[in-house]
């Protein structure tokens, strides 16, 4: 069973364009996030909720903007896709509390591509 | 400065040989530590974590943490070929709303040849 799923795997879009990706977990975690991987490996936080609600919210352009309808899933919108938004994007989850409870599980990425 | 530096490597060495990766960091709030490993096109998986200073040894891996220095290593004996990935050092605070945020070094690519 795969613990955190993302749709779609890959991706390529024109610039301008809007898209989102979608993430999933069955884990029964309280915590999703959203990174950003760029092509020397950084990852990057972009956004944290906590059971539906922002807890992180990075710099990062308000054209991106994170959704999540219940507390398994946390949905990444992009609008006015730019050149630069190119990276693998991760989604994470995991169980807040002291020590390594909170271990952040990761999704297998989301590789977008902007031409 | 950024708050968590490492070497990108690449690192090449070949079998059975003993692997240091390093990373320093800048901020002293910071309390767990953590190597996560990434192959591939894969997403990062975690390999050991630590809390605070002292040294902890899984297996063939080790990882070690001096506060005082703010400098963490992780050790891979004996490394194989299979060890080849990305290892990604992460470090977190211990309380309030940043509890939750892992802050990341670049990663270093990490190749073991037979």
């Known amino acids: 069973d795969t613990a955190v799923s993302q749709t779609p795997k890959y991706l390529v879009t024109q610039m301008g364009n809007d898209k989102s990706i979608k993430c999933e977990q069955n884990l029964g975690h309280d915590t999703m996030y959203w990174y950003k991987q760029d092509s020397k490996k950084f990852l990057k936080i972009m956004f944290s909720y906590n059971n539906k609600e922002l807890i992180i919210n990075e710099t990062v352009p308000n054209r991106f903007s994170p959704k999540s309808p219940d507390k398994a899933h946390l949905n990444l919108h992009i609008n006015s896709l730019e050149l630069g938004d190119s990276a693998v994007y991760f989604c994470?989850?995991?169980?807040?509390?002291?020590?390594?409870?909170?271990?952040?599980?990761f999704g297998p990425g989301t590789r977008l591509t902007v031409l | 400065q950024k708050e968590v530096e490492q070497d990108p490597g690449p690192l090449s060495v070949p079998e059975g040989a003993i692997v240091s990766l390093n990373c320093t960091y800048s901020?002293?709030?910071?309390?767990?530590f953590m190597w996560y490993r990434q192959y591939s096109r894969k997403g990062p998986e975690l390999l050991m974590y630590t809390y605070s200073s002292g040294n902890k040894e899984d297996g063939r891996f080790t990882a070690q943490v001096d506060k005082s220095s703010k400098y963490i290593s992780l050790f891979i004996r004996d490394s194989q070929p299979s060890d080849s990935a990305t290892y990604l050092c992460a470090m977190r605070r211990n309380s309030g709303g940043s509890n939750y945020k892992l802050t990341f070094g670049k990663g270093t690519l990490l190749t073991v040849n037979p």
């Open positions: 994470a989850s995991s169980q807040p509390g002291q020590g390594i409870s909170n271990e952040q599980f």
């Open positions: 901020n002293s709030a910071f309390q767990y």
